[in-house]
């Protein structure tokens, strides 16, 4: 399967799960933002051109499916599939010495770009005259938590998906077993 089709079946599982999976999996009304967790799982396969095009792709997705007609989404989802990969390379270089760090950057990254993007749209709701409180910002906290420990079970779907073949890749052995018939 080419990598075309592949982030696009993965940004069309990013919004299956967030308009539908979401509604099952909400703790005290706050749901986590499987756009932002699929979208940093990914640029671990893509890097920042792939993460920026699926971010675009997602949004347009996302806002498709939800029925949005502004652009908020789409500005702040192609940043975070742009941003993910250059601040996993940064906290790589800063972290080195710790040990099995690939989760816990991926979760400090996605906690952190959650983060940014509810910040936005609290800031956005402000614009609007929508009154904010408190627990706007509360609720903003426990949504980039709770994304950031989505990481560990996206994790395993993302890379099913990415690393799936229509045709199986012939085993070592099996070259080797043709090249020595052919040399007799």
């Known amino acids: ?37 699929f979208l940093v799982l990914l640029t671990s396969y893509t890097g920042a051109y792939g993460g920026f095009c699926t971010g675009a792709l997602t949004a347009m997705f996302y806002d498709a499916s939800v029925g949005y007609v502004l652009a908020i989404n789409l500005v702040a989802y192609t940043f975070i599939g742009w941003a993910a990969p250059m601040l996993r390379s940064f906290l790589n270089r800063k972290l080195k010495k710790l040990k099995h760090k690939s989760v816990l950057v991926m979760m400090l990254i996605c906690l952190f770009l959650t983060l940014i993007r509810e910040v936005l749209y609290i800031g956005y709701l402000f614009l609007i005259g929508s009154e904010q409180s408190l627990i706007t ?19 395993f779907l993302v890379s099913k998906v990415m690393r799936f073949r229509l045709v199986p890749r012939k085993k070592h052995a099996d070259l080797i077993e043709k090249s020595d018939d052919t040399v007799i």
Do not use: E, F
């Not at 609720?139 to 950031?148: H, I, N, Q």
């Open 1 to 37: 399967m080419s990598m075309l089709l592949k982030l696009c079946a993965v940004s069309i599982l990013a919004c299956l799960c967030q308009t539908n999976l979401t509604q099952y999996i909400r703790i005290a009304g706050v749901a986590p933002d499987m756009l932002i967790v």
């Open 137 to 155: 910002l509360v609720r903003a906290l426990l949504c980039s938590g709770y994304s950031a420990l989505m990481i560990l079970p996206t994790s």
